[in-house]
């Protein structure tokens, strides 16, 4: 695998080369050579189809003509889209989650926002779409893994989203002839500019129930601008309208009444994923730290030097390696058991999103100003910190902030007739 990888820029405005120290410092023994492959592939992918374009998907503001098409697309062609699919259509995987968290590690690395479109088209959607019937995942997994179409899953509302309860969602679904309407908002939703689908999750009478909505040909549903935000720039996420939106009865995913199990199921390995991408993330700030570490020099020596960042940054890889080996065996799991995968999989999420945070931090702080700016004008020097620190906030956030997560690991631990 790759050495090095080019990730900041010199004085000189020439690229400079970083060393990748997870090659180092991280060894996947446990894990079969399958996934040493797909790690080993989908690290010549991401350096190929979403590096070139990672810095201007982070730094371009929201429009829907910013939707990151070319790396998406890369993605599909390299066959990124089929991790998490059985054959005929997918890689066949034995292990397609732990394959498919691999790959969003691997994205991450080089940009965070990519990793969250790949999460709701591969990662989210594709558990949505094991609820569905044979002729509707035989007429869309095709299109899903060739990136002919982009999907979006829907859950949250102006006022309910950590608490998905029945009593908090406001979208409805009601009967109709051969059918069902659906009318409601749902908001912050990855991809939805662009989405030929959607998976939405509606209140239906005293349970709720999950539909598959075809975005582009049906009447009744608007998509709002894309929402602009302090990060995740190329995770575009706006509101979808429904107003009498029809979705035909051979679209409900699962049985109905039975919508909250279907979006939790989906949830769960979203919560893993994130926890990859958390671990890219890190890696990505760690990476950068310790170049910047051994380069830079101060009161007579490199920065590398001191102590209190030897300790600080030996104490992050730690943790790194910990997020690393919780979300690995979160993933494991639940490709052997199926179920939840809990408490690992709150535990992967909440420990490694909050390293990720702190190990950017920490980067940022070892890169003084040169850190905190996005470019010096005066010599074009540019780190992507900047761009790392604003993107690394919302993997505590997202996804089942990091504080339910915490919840659901201590009602395991103390039991749910104390903790409620
Ligand atoms: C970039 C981005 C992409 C997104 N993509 C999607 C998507 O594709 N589909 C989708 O459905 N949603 C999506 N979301 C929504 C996201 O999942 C929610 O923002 C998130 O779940 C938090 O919900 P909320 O914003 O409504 O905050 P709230 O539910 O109001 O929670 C706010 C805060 O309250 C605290 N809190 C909540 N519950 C507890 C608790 N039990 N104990 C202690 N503290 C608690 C936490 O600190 C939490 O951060 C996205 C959001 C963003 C910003």
Not at 391 to 410: H, P, S, T, V
């Amino acid at each position: 695998m790759t050495e090095t990888v080019t990730t900041t820029t010199h004085p000189t405005g020439e690229p400079a080369q970083v060393p990748r120290l997870q090659n180092r410092m991280s060894h996947d023994t446990w894990l079969s050579a399958k996934i040493a492959e797909v790690r080993a592939h989908a690290r010549a992918a991401v350096e190929a189809v979403v590096m070139p374009h990672a810095r201007e998907i982070g730094t371009t503001e929201e429009s829907v003509d910013s939707f990151p098409w070319k790396a998406f697309r890369g993605m599909a062609d390299e066959g990124l889209f089929a991790a998490p699919f059985a054959r005929p259509h997918g890689s066949g995987f034995d292990q397609p989650m732990l394959a498919t968290c691999t790959v969003t590690e691997e994205i991450a690395y080089h940009s965070s926002s990519m990793a969250g479109v790949y999460d709701g088209q591969c990662i989210l959607t594709p558990q949505a779409l094991s609820f569905a019937s044979a002729e509707v995942q035989e007429l869309l997994v095709p299109r899903l893994i060739s990136g002919q179409s982009v999907f979006s899953f829907a859950t949250t509302e102006p006022d309910a989203s950590s608490d998905l309860s029945v009593e908090s969602m406001q979208t409805v679904l009601t009967a109709t002839d051969g059918g069902y309407f659906v009318n409601g908002r749902k908001r912050w939703i990855t991809n939805s500019v662009v989405a030929d689908w959607a998976a939405v999750l509606c209140r239906d009478g005293e349970a709720m129930t999950m539909v598959l909505i075809d975005m582009k040909n049906t009447k009744g549903i608007r998509v709002g601008a894309p929402d602009l935000k302090m990060g995740h720039r190329g995770q575009l996420t706006a509101d979808i309208v429904f107003d009498n939106a029809f979705v035909s009865s051979g679209y409900v995913l699962g049985a109905r009444g039975g919508g909250l199990a279907v979006a939790l199921s989906c949830l769960t390995r979203g919560r893993i994923g994130i926890a990859a991408a958390g671990v890219g993330v890190a890696q990505a700030a760690l990476d950068l730290a310790v170049e910047r570490l051994r380069t830079r020099h101060a009161f007579g020596g490199p920065l590398g030097k001191l102590q209190y960042w030897q300790f600080k940054m030996a104490e992050r890889a730690t943790e790194i390696e910990c997020s690393r080996t919780l979300y690995q065996k979160a993933a494991t799991r639940l490709d052997a058991e199926g179920g939840s995968a809990e408490p690992e999989a709150a535990m992967a999420k909440a420990y490694a999103t909050r390293v990720a945070v702190d190990t950017v931090r920490d980067s940022l702080q070892i890169h003084g100003g040169y850190g905190f700016a996005r470019q010096v004008s005066e010599t074009g020097e540019s780190v992507r910190l900047e761009e790392l620190y604003r993107d690394a906030k919302i993997l505590e956030i997202f996804e089942g902030a990091n504080e339910l997560q915490q919840w659901i690991i201590a009602r395991r631990l103390i039991g749910r007739d104390v903790t409620g």
